[in-house]
């Protein structure tokens, strides 16, 4: 465990780690509450509904203080009756960042009724209101509450979470009026609630949900099961370490499910590019079109064999080539397109292809980030004349890592073999062991119940004292396992990207791979839904789906002018989203003989910000992040 030690304090940075420590130290669980005592049984009732209701003398600095804390907090929870404030400050951490909290029974507690003084104190910022139950009081506390409720339903806010001791056919039906669909903490208590749901004759959205936690979003979800990292771990330890016939099952299955005549799999998608390039035999000095927004080693992967990459802009639409543009760079030196697929969005793949076979030019699919997407009902990777999909940790497919090439090119196929089996270095357990104890660590830490209670709350902290550190946490990856060499140009293809590959990894890859359908099917469904919730926010761009294209949403990418803003919003309500951590190639320091302007790539590079929809991902949680965006842009929720 001591390099897993190492590599931590490395990527953190001692200071850090100390200064985390101290300020957990000082924070820890710690809440503070402004208290107003308020008794409404000596109030009036007013007459009006609460639909024009005209708050006056009893309550309208008290609602004004509700507004004015709603303005401000993201998120809301609800409790049906409070009698303990340490219950309260336990539970408060089972919700989001910033509570307003509202009780319409049991003892007035307190109320944070003056924003500018929880801000002046540096409070973190939480409200509480509660009014008498008994006589009046009780039926002014409702008309109170309905207004307040109305209030935060404008602002997007639907979970309401509530003590399940003590439902009250009224509280019910408050919360119900509002169009607010109480959750439930215990399955056990299906049988109370429904007997109150049909007391009050409720029958929309009847099916019990169940919250056992506020459960946050992170963007760091691993396609590789603990099981399946842990008994790769051991089979490297005690077993040997080759290239077999579980290998030759996982290329088969790829060969299968691509409907292609021949399946290759390399170490790194990288790789297998460089190797693609060099079986196509190009002479020096030929150029190779591509996208710029990718990794820096595909650079690489073609100007080690003495190409030259040459960029191309992309659309805002579909992140991919600009079909004008792509025709316009068309010379006599050109001999391939590489055609890369940015976070599972298909392009019109029919009108590249077409220009390729045009102007006699080979054409090469990315499909990293595009695994079972589709275009006219054919999938992506089998339009080109070679296709290669990555396989590395976060990737729909995983083996750890690796690069599959498809083709119907029995020629290429053979050539590709021939580099493989004479190119590739033995494979070095030390780096294999590696890789699975990082990606072991983050499948704990990341673990959504893991990441709700503990890991959320050190992102805060890191992105307080530094947010380029959760940027390295992120983006150095595959740098630290890897020895990636830096955004830079190198003349001869790394012997790190050359070990071969194995069958731990492809035995990791074939249970990836039989379950990829289900998680594509979800992650299609979340993301189509985020797109139509989303629909409207002029603020904001987001990608579109071509008729008869199946985007799979490998990421969500939404290109706003407040990016930095947005992403702040939503860890604070928390959603951990990211920039795209890909490299604008076509201005990075290290390539300045390629250098061009790019404004589309740029903009996207400066204003893409990517929220997950992945498989683990229910319909509440689509709804919950449409509904912060749309909130922060100040449009209409839900």
């Known amino acids: ?152 339903k404008k602002r997007g806010i639907e979970q309401a979470y509530l003590r399940t001791d003590s439902f009250r056919v009224p509280a019910i039906k408050t919360y119900l009026k509002c169009g607010f669909y109480p959750y439930i903490k215990n399955e056990n208590e299906k049988k109370r609630w429904q007997s109150v749901m049909k007391a009050i004759n409720y029958t929309k959205n009847s099916r019990i949900k169940v919250l056992l936690i506020s459960k946050k979003i992170h963007k760091l979800k691993l396609t590789n099961r603990f099981k399946e990292l842990a008994l790769a771990y051991l089979r490297i330890i005690f077993g040997r370490l080759r290239r077999g016939m579980q290998t030759i099952k996982l290329e088969e299955a790829f060969r299968s499910r691509f409907n292609a005549k021949r399946a290759i799999v390399f170490p790194h998608a990288r790789t297998a590019l460089h190797f693609i390039i060099k079986s196509m035999n190009f002479e020096k000095g030929s150029e190779v079109l591509m996208t710029p927004l990718t990794i820096a080693d595909m650079v690489n992967s073609i100007h080690t064999l003495g190409l030259k990459p040459v960029f191309v802009d992309i659309e805002l639409d579909t992140f991919c080539f600009e079909i004008d543009k792509l025709k316009m760079s068309i010379t006599p030196k050109t001999k391939a397109i590489l055609i890369t697929y940015i976070f599972g969005i298909v392009p019109d793949i029919e009108k590249i292809q077409k220009i390729a076979q045009e102007h006699g030019l080979k054409l090469i699919e990315d499909c990293s980030q595009c695994f079972d997407a589709s275009y006219k009902g054919h999938l992506i990777g089998t339009f080109g004349d070679a296709a290669f999909f990555s396989l590395t940790n976060f990737k729909v497919c995983s083996s750890l890592f690796g690069g599959m090439i498809i083709t119907n090119d029995e020629k290429l196929a053979d050539q590709l073999n021939k580099f493989r089996d004479n190119s590739l270095l033995p494979a070095r357990g030390s780096m294999l062991l590696k890789l699975i104890s990082k990606d072991l660590i983050y499948s704990v830490f990341f673990s959504r119940w893991l990441f709700s209670y503990f890991t959320y709350f050190v992102i805060m902290i890191l992105e307080r004292i530094d947010p380029k550190i959760t940027y390295r946490l992120y983006s150095g990856n595959i740098k630290v396992i890897l020895g990636q060499h830096g955004n830079r140009l190198f003349e001869k293809f790394p012997a790190d990207y050359l070990m071969d590959y194995t069958d731990v990894q492809a035995d990791v890859g074939l249970a990836s791979l039989a379950r990829a359908k289900e998680v594509t099917d979800i992650r299609i469904r979340n993301g189509e839904m985020l797109r139509g919730l989303l629909q409207g926010v002029s603020q904001t761009k987001i990608p579109v789906r071509l008729e008869e294209a199946v985007n799979v949403y490998w990421r969500f990418p939404i290109i706003s002018n407040d990016m930095d803003g947005l992403k702040r919003f939503l860890l604070k309500n928390g959603i951990d989203s990211a920039p795209t951590y890909l490299a604008l190639c076509s201005s990075e320091p290290g390539f300045e003989p390629y250098h061009a302007s790019m404004p589309n790539a740029e903009r996207v590079k400066n204003s893409v910000l990517v929220v997950e929809v992945n498989e683990e991902l229910k319909e509440d949680d689509i709804r919950w992040t449409a509904s912060l965006v749309r909130s922060y842009f100040k449009k209409d929720v839900f």
């Open 1 to 152: 465990m001591h390099h897993l030690l190492k590599w931590l304090i490395g990527l953190l940075g001692a200071e850090n780690i100390k200064a985390i420590i101290g300020s957990l130290k000082r924070r820890a669980f710690k809440l503070n509450f402004l208290e107003m005592r308020i008794d409404l049984n000596s109030a009036e009732i007013p007459s009006q509904s609460h639909e024009d209701m005209t708050v006056s003398g009893y309550s309208k600095d008290l609602e004004e203080g509700c507004i004015s804390l709603l303005n401000s907090v993201g998120s809301l929870g609800f409790w049906d009756q409070s009698r303990f404030h340490k219950e309260i400050l336990n539970t408060v951490y089972d919700a989001k960042n910033d509570i307003f909290i509202v009780s319409n029974s049991g003892s007035p507690v307190g109320f944070a009724v003056l924003h500018k003084k929880i801000l002046s104190n540096g409070l973190r910022e939480v409200g509480y209101i509660a009014v008498r139950p008994e006589n009046r009081g009780k039926r002014l506390g409702y008309e109170l509450i309905i207004h307040i409720l109305t209030e935060i």
